[in-house]
């Protein structure tokens, strides 16, 4: 079973920053979190991953609570082509991966 | 970039017949995932190959089975298809084993379909 919850869907305007929130309260010491999108049927697409420090690449931003039982992908600019079920993952590195329901993100013109 | 490869990315087959599917993954990666997605599903793990050797299994039926060859391509094999066997696969591969490197990327995947 997948070990966070996220909200099955958020609307988020064009243009403006996306905020997907992801509750992981039972993550252990050694689990990363990881972020992926899916678009339509398409394969699965990494976005970032971070153990316990916020982390930024050219796709997103990733911030990681103190505590780590929760974190929030950031898209800064969301624009059509970000409209995606994104998937919040809790795993060890080099293990399989457990997606849960994930987050449907519809942007909006 | 070279991406993940599978084939065929369509395959039609009727009850009770095999089906092959390929991956190819990317340059350098030596570990592979398999991973099912029904119709409306999220995706989920079948199986996996790490240098060649299995390393984690999942879900995946006694009809199917899998393996990693020397050039690190992997290879699905399914029996006695099922009409519940209906499906997009897809193949996923990483670069291991450090944790600052090992996300998955994935390829286009398979649809099967069964009649």
């Known amino acids: 079973d997948a070990k966070t919850t996220q909200p099955p869907s958020m609307d988020c305007a064009e243009g403006r920053a996306a905020n997907l929130p992801c509750n992981h309260s039972t993550i252990s010491g050694n689990e990363y979190v990881y972020w992926y999108r899916q678009i339509h049927s398409q394969g699965p697409q990494y976005i970032i991953h971070?153990?316990?420090n916020n982390e930024t690449n050219e796709m997103a931003s990733l911030i990681i609570t103190e505590d780590r039982k929760s974190s929030t992908l950031i898209l800064p600019h969301a624009t059509l082509r970000d409209t995606a079920v994104y998937y919040c993952?809790?795993?060890?590195?080099?293990?399989?991966?457990?997606f849960g329901k994930g987050t449907r993100l519809s942007v909006i013109a | 970039a070279a991406g993940v490869i599978q084939s065929p990315r369509h395959l039609i087959k009727e009850k009770r017949e095999t089906a092959t599917l390929k991956c190819y993954p990317i340059?350098?990666?030596?570990?592979v995932y398999w991973y099912q997605q029904g119709p409306g599903q999220d995706p989920q793990f079948l199986i996996s190959?790490?240098?060649?050797?299995?390393?984690d299994k999942g879900s995946i039926p006694d009809r199917f089975s899998a393996q990693q060859f020397s050039d690190y391509h992997s290879e699905l094999n399914m029996s006695s298809l099922e009409l519940g066997d209906s499906a997009l696969y897809f193949c996923a591969s990483s670069l291991g084993p450090e944790p600052e490197v090992d996300e998955q990327y994935f390829g286009p995947g398979t649809r099967l379909t069964v009649t």
């Open positions: 971070g153990l316990k």
């Open positions: 190959f790490y240098e060649k050797m299995q390393s």
């Open positions: 993952i809790v795993s060890a590195p080099n293990t399989p991966l457990v």
């Open positions: 340059p350098r990666h030596d570990t």
